[in-house]
């Protein structure tokens, strides 16, 4: 981590429901208002992090697809 950037939480290679729920545990541990990088090559993530985020007050900063998988920029509520 550098100058501040949020962390990157490496969960490629693990299926759906892991990436969710390792995702919650992790947010979970951070301040209020902290950001996460979360990186995953399940395609359910493309629905499930996103609704998860809707459902637990979490604002998705931004999803963007990687040669890998997708990305994700989540800011804890």
Known sequence: MTDG???????????????VL????RLADMAKGA??????????AVIDIPHFCNENGHHLVASE???AGHRFSIRRG
């Open 5 to 19: 950037a949020p962390p990157v939480y490496d969960l490629r290679g693990l299926k759906c429901p892991l990436p």
């Open 22 to 25: 390792k995702t919650r545990k």
């Open 35 to 44: 950001e996460l990088v979360v990186e995953t090559t399940d395609p359910l």
């Open 65 to 67: 697809k990687t040669d």
